[in-house]
């Protein structure tokens, strides 16, 4: 779809679909702040008003300890139960009344789940990761679609590695990100073997010809491809089980599509070709299709979820996944 | 000092080790240099064989190619026997890299005329076998083309250790010489971006 037919179809979607719900939207967005604001300004007080008395108290050992965590856990159900008990219906609803509805407006027969997302094992076995072990996974907002013979799919990712050391009391836990995003999969239209990663290129970029000595060493992703693209080489760095598969995947026309679609996105962007799939990571930093809270629910925020839309939507006619001259049909 | 005493190495003795020292590092370099060249000249030959791998996956398809023309475009016997004869001097193996190559060109350019016969035949285009045909003929292509160009850049940093100081020194010594690049054949300029 072109830029010009998106935005137009936006426009229609939202004039015919979205702008008669705004006002009702608004309205329950404001009694649900007022109601978890209510229950704040009632319990923090109180709690701070608790915590200040047992400071006074002067307690220490065992009982101290026990008091204070006792405290601790009440502010925490303090700030959280009214949360969930009133923003988690506001979510719910949004999602169904006016994400999923935008959703099919994007293209016929993709659908909504806005609890599922991309699959655990689908995200590992992608090996887009490979810089740590993955331990804690969760995602939402899976898009399903399909355009002509290429059903893609993707949803929000946020994956962990989580380590621990030191033992008894002394034991710490350690939190690593490892992707926080939306992720991206699509049957790629060749078939081939083995893999091929297309991630950002750091090393070159700060440190010419000696980050690209430094990029020849072992990696996990496979051996080094040097590419014939300067423009794609600035950009990104290829590591691969195979340089002729490699190429074979990475011909000069997709090598510019790649290159285009960073272009558009802004983003960092990983991808990946294993498993006869496309594997896409957007690192967008941001939690998307959920509802505001604080702010007034405008226009924008449904455009720039549409934009979002445009990206992932927009891969296929893109890179041309549906370009069905080879083996595989 | 404990160096000049009694028993400890002389001027002479100090030099012959540095020498030793140098003389060393200098055959480590020597060798590391070698070393690069045969690892590039191996990777050239292994890109070669790549590309000679895909090329016979192509004369495979050819036989098959020949029957399905001559079923539906039997005016088209020149082209159909230029294609076999030049299949059967391939696979004989007789030839140089150059006549290879050029061979080759020949082939594909071939083979292609013989798909473009779909356009003036439209029976043989709606046949399921040519369709076929079409697809394994497109990916070979796609991986010829791939190969080449991993080829090529094995070839480029090949012939970049021969020209460059100071391991062209070591690339002459050896006997290591520049290669010549895959280059594509005028008809398959051009050709459809994917």
């Known amino acids: 779809m072109s830029a010009d037919a998106s935005a137009e179809r936006f426009h229609a979607h939202f004039q015919e679909v979205v702008r008669s719900q705004l006002v009702s939207v608004n309205q329950h967005r404001t009694r649900t702040m007022r109601a978890i604001v209510g229950w704040w ?37 303090a700030l959280i139960v009214p949360w969930t008990k009133y923003y988690d219906p506001f979510r719910k609803s949004f999602k169904q009344q006016l994400i999923a509805p935008l959703i099919r407006a994007y293209r016929d027969g993709m659908t909504y789940a806005p609890e599922d997302s991309v699959k655990r094992d689908e995200f590992d076995d992608s090996g887009m990761f490979r810089e740590r072990s993955l331990t804690n996974f969760k995602g939402e907002d899976r898009v399903d679609g ?3 013979a290429t059903p893609f799919h993707f949803s929000e990712v946020d994956a962990e590695n989580v380590t621990s050391s030191g033992s008894g009391s002394n034991k710490k836990r350690h939190t690593y990100p490892i992707f926080r995003g939306l992720f991206y999969v699509a049957e790629f239209n060749k078939d ?3 893999t091929a990663y297309v991630l950002p290129d750091r090393a070159q970029r700060l440190l010419g010809s000696v980050g690209q000595m430094l990029q020849s060493g072992k990696s996990p992703y496979g051996e080094l491809v040097k590419l014939e693209d300067p423009e794609f080489e600035r950009e990104f760095v290829v ?5 002729v598969e490699a190429r074979y995947i990475l011909s000069s026309a997709m090598m510019q599509q790649l290159h285009a679609l960073k272009m558009r996105t802004k983003k960092k962007l990983r991808i990946g070709f294993a498993n006869s799939r496309l594997y896409v990571a957007i690192a967008s930093g941001k939690n998307h299709f959920e509802p505001r809270l604080f702010r007034e629910i405008q226009r924008s925020l449904f ?8 990206i992932f939507v927009g891969i296929v006619e893109e890179l041309n996944l549906n370009t069905r001259i080879w083996t595989k049909s | 000092m404990a160096c000049f005493a009694p028993g400890g190495l002389g001027a002479d003795a100090m ?10 590092a200098l055959a480590l370099v020597v060798i590391g240099m070698f070393n690069t060249l045969v690892r590039r000249r191996n990777a050239a030959d292994n890109a070669f064989a790549a590309v000679d791998a895909y090329l016979t996956m192509r004369y495979d398809l050819i036989p098959n190619l020949v029957a399905t023309v001559k079923a539906y475009a039997q005016h088209e016997r020149e082209t159909l026997a230029l294609v076999v004869e030049q299949r059967q001097q391939a696979l004989a193996g007789n030839l140089d890299v150059d006549a290879r190559v050029r061979l080759d060109n020949s082939i594909a350019h071939g083979v292609q005329r013989l798909m473009a016969l779909g356009e003036a035949y439209p029976e043989l285009k709606a046949s399921h076998n040519f369709q076929q045909l079409q697809r394994a003929l497109n990916e070979v292509e796609e991986r010829i083309s791939a190969a080449r160009r991993a080829f090529n850049a094995c070839v480029l940093e090949l012939n970049n250790a021969v020209d460059m100081f100071p391991i062209n020194l070591v690339a002459g010594i050896a006997g290591f010489k520049r290669r ?3 280059e594509a054949p005028e ?8």
């Open chain 2, 187 to 194: 008809f398959a300029r051009g050709a459809v971006r994917v």
């Open chain 1, 239 to 243: 590591y691969s089980s195979g340089q």
């Open chain 1, 303 to 310: 455009r720039e979820y549409w934009d979002v839309l445009d």
């Open chain 1, 192 to 194: 081939f073997n083995g």
């Open chain 1, 41 to 77: 300004s009632v319990l923090v007080p109180v709690l701070l008003a608790i915590g200040y008395g047992l400071m006074q108290l002067d307690l220490s050992g065992d009982a101290g300890k026990f008091c204070f965590s006792v405290w601790f856990f009440g502010l925490f159900v």
């Open chain 1, 146 to 148: 399909c355009i002509g």
């Open chain 2, 180 to 182: 010549a690049f895959f």
């Open chain 2, 15 to 24: 030099t012959t080790t540095w020498w030793l020292i140098g003389g060393g």
